[in-house]
């Protein structure tokens, strides 16, 4: 089981940027695929990205595509989200997830450990 705990969240006016991490414990991480998610009020748990455990092979949902990046360092344990072009409808509290298996996916039910999530809020 790895352990998940995001930071990074806060307030930034639209056309701004913010980094979040996540870092995570357990001996499992560097085999583990990785995922964010966000969810705003009202809304189901959405995709944003996810990243193979190599770091390799990246994919992100069409609604951020150009303008988030994931990445991670698995000397560090650590997961990034880079968000540029922030956009008020980015507005969620985001979550990072880990995956039993090296293999990204956008499923939430494919991911068996969640952060306690940090909230982004952007104003127009």
């Known amino acids: 089981q790895v352990q998940l705990v995001e930071s990074g969240g806060g307030l930034v006016q639209a056309g701004g940027s913010l980094r979040l991490s996540c870092a995570a414990s357990?001996?499992?991480?560097?085999?583990?695929?990785m995922g964010w998610f966000r969810q705003a009020p009202g809304k189901e748990r959405e995709f944003v990205a996810t990243v193979t455990s190599t770091g390799g092979g990246t994919y992100s949902a069409d609604s951020v595509k150009g303008r988030f990046a994931i990445s991670r360092d698995n000397t560090k344990n650590t997961v990034y989200l880079q968000m540029n072009s922030l956009k008020p409808e980015d507005t969620a509290v985001y979550y990072c997830?880990?995956?039993?298996?090296?293999?990204?996916?956008?499923?939430?039910?494919?991911?068996?450990?969640w952060g306690q999530g940090t909230q982004v809020t952007v104003s127009s």
């Open positions: 997830a880990a995956r039993n298996s090296p293999d990204g996916s956008t499923r939430v039910g494919d991911f068996g450990s």
């Open positions: 357990g001996r499992t991480f560097n085999s583990a695929a």
